[in-house]
């Protein structure tokens, strides 16, 4: 069953006209009962206006700014009556954005009392699920929601919260047991939620935070030494910070020190998004994660027990390039699209033009032709010409196009850079392509001549292999891996004919580019590459 009724602001005490400082639902939302709503903020503390009920919200009207009193209607919300009480856990979410309920008998929330068994809820799929922390001991005191133990599946972990109220008895499990839906965790003296008292404001008062819930393996926190406290966070930064309740019980969740959070709402109050932001911005490596919470070590070896070696030292650019590709590696989302181009009439073209340019004193590689058709390619998908603003929300389109390309040398890879390679020809960029590449094998190439590219090719088509992954160049968000073209039997309709193929190796970053944008970046530059007269027409 279901019923209407309206959204009213609960009695505010000695206070009226409270002005709304942000916005937590949307009109179709499905909030439990006690989810803050909307919070309010008086010149003494924020508090959140809670759903008085489990429903949908139909209708919100309250807006930022506006200001409110006790008895105010501030919207419409379905109400849901149903044999079961929904209890949502605190859950850090599977890559596939599924999401597990756990459902408790009416009467747990509100009416429990005496001695009762605290089981696992339905895990769905998943049974011998690992237990790997242990929240409580005899003797704790829960409220409703509080972490009882920490599971761990290969999708996610997940915390199992307290549907009732009241004094652990005993524990029945430890850290390593493995459990199923149903299976005893614990047996609580459980009591009426009436009787444990409620919290007031943070910012009035401060309140026991939560034992912070289990992350994602990828920023997972040490298990806390001393209960509801994270050895990340300083308490004292996080009870000054500028937050909602709300936002405080989130970051508790997510482990967030709120003193490192930079807040973007009314007068720098740290919102939700804000919270977000900077767990995003700690996954995609922009932000020092918590210790504890890096990268593992490789283990140490000594290799002479197993025979005779010789130890050198990495030449200085191994040394400056080494740590880059590995930032880029594991703080960009690398995905590789690969493409073949047939450049039969490219090569052919190339061949009556290289006597030319070789009076000219130019050696005329693919490579400049393969520039002209990535500088088209580069305007018609701009995106591939962008980076990734800091913040991690914007995307910066560059108007310039400065081509690098890896040039390989006794000291290692280094990159040097073409500037405005769109306003030049293909003997021109062949020009710079040998003056570039001889100063990067002397070791003489300058700061500003290594810096600036907008989008980076690495060509080994005149070594070998048919594919690779090239790896991006940061902050770049795409780098074009080029390969030895080769003839291979291609089928008209009709019949195979030979044709020169040219391997292409697309790598990008998927935050800002998408399969589809890729695969149409390669297809549009296979086709410039094989329609040359169009592409020679940049040349005269």
Same mark, same amino acid.
């Given at each position: 069953?279901? /019923?209407?009724?309206?959204?009213?602001?609960?009695?505010? *005490?000695?206070?009226? =006209?409270?002005?709304?400082?942000?916005?937590l639902?949307?009109?179709?939302? $499905?909030?439990?009962?006690?989810?803050g709503?909307?919070?309010?903020e008086?010149?003494k503390?924020?508090?959140?206006?809670?759903?008085?009920?489990?429903?949908?919200? !139909?209708?919100? %009207?309250?807006?930022?700014?506006?200001?409110?009193?006790?008895?105010d209607?501030?919207?419409?919300?379905?109400?849901e009556?149903?044999?079961?009480?929904?209890? #949502?856990?605190?859950?850090?979410?599977p890559?596939?954005?599924?999401?597990?309920?756990?459902?408790?008998?009416? *009467?747990h929330?509100?009416?429990?009392?005496?001695?009762?068994?605290?089981?696992?809820?339905?895990?769905?799929?998943f049974?011998?699920?690992?237990?790997?922390?242990?929240?409580?001991?005899?003797?704790?005191?829960?409220?409703?929601?509080?972490?009882?133990?920490?599971?761990?599946?290969?999708?996610?972990a997940?915390?199992?919260?307290?549907?009732?109220?009241?004094?652990?008895?005993?524990?029945?499990? /430890?850290?390593?047991? #493995?459990?199923?839906?149903?299976?005893?965790?614990?047996i609580?003296?459980?009591?009426?939620?009436?009787?444990?008292?409620?919290?007031?404001? &943070?910012?009035?008062?401060?309140?026991?935070?939560? $034992?912070?819930t289990? +992350?994602?393996?990828?920023?997972?926190?040490?298990?806390?030494?001393?209960?509801?406290?994270?050895p990340?966070?300083?308490?004292?930064?996080?009870?000054?910070?500028?937050?909602?309740?709300?936002?405080?019980?989130?970051?508790?969740?997510?482990?967030?020190d709120?003193?490192?959070v930079?807040?973007?709402?009314?007068?720098t $109050?740290?919102?939700?998004?804000?919270?977000?932001?900077?767990?995003?911005a700690?996954?995609?490596?922009?932000?020092?994660?918590?210790?504890g919470?890096?990268?593992?070590?490789?283990?140490?070896?000594?290799?002479?027990?197993? *025979?005779?070696?010789?130890?050198?030292?990495?030449?200085?650019?191994?040394?400056? &390039?080494?740590?880059?590709?590995?930032?880029?590696?594991?703080?960009?989302?690398?995905?590789?699209?690969?493409?073949?181009?047939?450049i039969?009439?490219? !090569?052919a073209?190339?061949? @009556?033009?290289? !006597? +030319? &340019?070789?009076?000219?004193?130019?050696?005329?590689?693919?490579?400049?032709?393969?520039?002209?058709?990535?500088?088209?390619?580069?305007?018609?998908?701009? @995106?591939?010409n962008?980076?990734?603003?800091?913040?991690?929300? /914007?995307?910066?389109? @560059? @108007?310039?196009?400065?081509?690098?390309?890896?040039?390989?040398? !006794?000291?290692?890879?280094?990159v040097?850079?073409?500037?405005?390679?769109?306003?030049? /020809?293909?003997?021109?960029?062949? %020009?710079?392509? +040998?003056?570039?590449s001889a100063?990067?094998?002397?070791?003489?190439?300058?700061?500003?001549?290594?810096?600036?590219?907008s989008?980076?090719?690495?060509?080994?088509?005149?070594?070998?292999?048919?594919?690779?992954?090239?790896?991006?160049? &940061?902050?770049?968000?795409?780098?074009?891996?080029?390969?030895?073209s080769?003839?291979?039997p291609?089928?008209?309709?009709?019949?195979?004919?030979?044709?020169?193929?040219?391997?292409?190796?697309?790598?990008y =970053?998927?935050?800002v580019?998408?399969?589809?944008?890729?695969a149409?970046?390669?297809?549009?530059?296979?086709k410039?590459l094989?329609?040359?007269?169009?592409?020679?027409?940049?040349?005269r």
């Amino acid at each position: 069953m279901a /019923n209407n009724i309206d959204i009213v602001i609960p009695d505010l *005490g000695d206070f009226a =006209d409270v002005e709304v400082i942000e916005i937590l639902v949307n009109a179709g939302d $499905r909030v439990a009962r006690e989810d803050g709503l909307i919070t309010l903020e008086t010149d003494k503390a924020a508090m959140d206006v809670p759903a008085p009920e489990n429903g949908v919200i !139909e209708s919100l %009207t309250a807006q930022i700014g506006d200001t409110v009193s006790s008895g105010d209607v501030i919207g419409k919300m379905t109400v849901e009556i149903s044999d079961t009480v929904v209890i #949502k856990p605190a859950i850090a979410a599977p890559p596939t954005g599924e999401t597990t309920v756990m459902v408790a008998p009416v *009467g747990h929330k509100a009416r429990s009392r005496g001695k009762q068994t605290l089981v696992v809820p339905d895990l769905g799929d998943f049974e011998d699920v690992e237990i790997i922390e242990v929240h409580i001991s005899p003797g704790d005191v829960l409220q409703i929601e509080d972490p009882i133990v920490t599971l761990e599946t290969d999708k996610a972990a997940m915390d199992v919260p307290a549907v009732v109220a009241g004094r652990i008895d005993s524990v029945l499990v /430890n850290t390593g047991d #493995k459990v199923s839906a149903g299976s005893s965790l614990a047996i609580i003296d459980a009591v009426a939620t009436e009787a444990v008292p409620e919290p007031a404001p &943070a910012e009035a008062q401060p309140s026991v935070p939560a $034992r912070p819930t289990a +992350a994602p393996a990828a920023v997972k926190q040490a298990p806390t030494a001393t209960a509801g406290k994270s050895p990340a966070i300083d308490e004292a930064g996080f009870a000054r910070a500028h937050a909602s309740p709300s936002v405080r019980k989130l970051a508790r969740e997510l482990g967030v020190d709120l003193g490192q959070v930079t807040g973007r709402g009314l007068k720098t $109050r740290i919102l939700h998004d804000d919270i977000k932001a900077f767990v995003k911005a700690i996954l995609t490596g922009q932000v020092a994660a918590a210790a504890g919470s890096g990268l593992p070590k490789t283990p140490s070896i000594d290799f002479s027990k197993f *025979g005779q070696i010789d130890i050198q030292p990495l030449t200085r650019i191994q040394k400056i &390039a080494g740590p880059r590709l590995q930032a880029s590696w594991v703080n960009l989302p690398h995905v590789t699209q690969h493409d073949l181009a047939d450049i039969t009439k490219l !090569e052919a073209h190339r061949q @009556k033009l290289k !006597e +030319a &340019a070789k009076k000219r004193g130019i050696r005329l590689t693919p490579l400049a032709f393969i520039m002209k058709a990535c500088i088209a390619a580069l305007k018609e998908y701009p @995106k591939v010409n962008s980076s990734l603003a800091d913040d991690g929300e /914007n995307l910066i389109f @560059k @108007k310039y196009y400065h081509l690098g390309f890896a040039a390989d040398t !006794e000291q290692g890879l280094v990159v040097p850079v073409i500037r405005d390679a769109d306003q030049k /020809n293909v003997y021109e960029l062949a %020009t710079e392509l +040998a003056e570039l590449s001889a100063l990067a094998r002397d070791g003489k190439l300058k700061a500003p001549q290594l810096q600036g590219a907008s989008f980076t090719i690495s060509s080994l088509g005149g070594i070998g292999g048919t594919l690779f992954t090239p790896i991006i160049n &940061a902050p770049e968000v795409a780098i074009l891996g080029i390969s030895r073209s080769s003839m291979q039997p291609i089928w008209t309709g009709e019949k195979f004919v030979a044709r020169l193929m040219l391997p292409l190796s697309f790598s990008y =970053d998927h935050r800002v580019i998408d399969g589809a944008y890729a695969a149409k970046f390669t297809t549009y530059l296979s086709k410039l590459l094989t329609d040359v007269e169009s592409l020679l027409q940049a040349t005269r």
